[in-house]
């Protein structure tokens, strides 16, 4: 499924206004949605009938899975320091 542009813009817009609101406010928990906002940003998009290797041997793809894996580390490390407390 191909994401349009104009989708993939405004939710990384709003990650990144979201983020920025968070590191105004001083709470930690801005990392995840400015790797999100990164992410989606980048926009990459596997082709119809595209293999995993023809798709990941574009840097971009890399990249963007790389900043997709990031925002689930941060969000598990939130969820685990609010369990914690």
Known sequence: MVTP?????SI???LF??????IRKGVFEWGPLLCL??????????GQG?????Y???PRAIVATL???CAMVGVL????ILGAH
């Open 77 to 80: 490390r939130n969820i685990y």
């Open 37 to 46: 906002g990164l992410m989606f940003s980048l926009g990459v998009d596997r």
């Open 12 to 14: 990384a817009a709003l």
């Open 17 to 22: 206004l979201s983020a920025v609101a968070y």
């Open 5 to 9: 542009r104009w989708l993939r813009i």
């Open 67 to 69: 900043f997709g894996v």
């Open 56 to 58: 990941f041997k574009n």
């Open 50 to 54: 595209e293999s995993l290797t023809s």
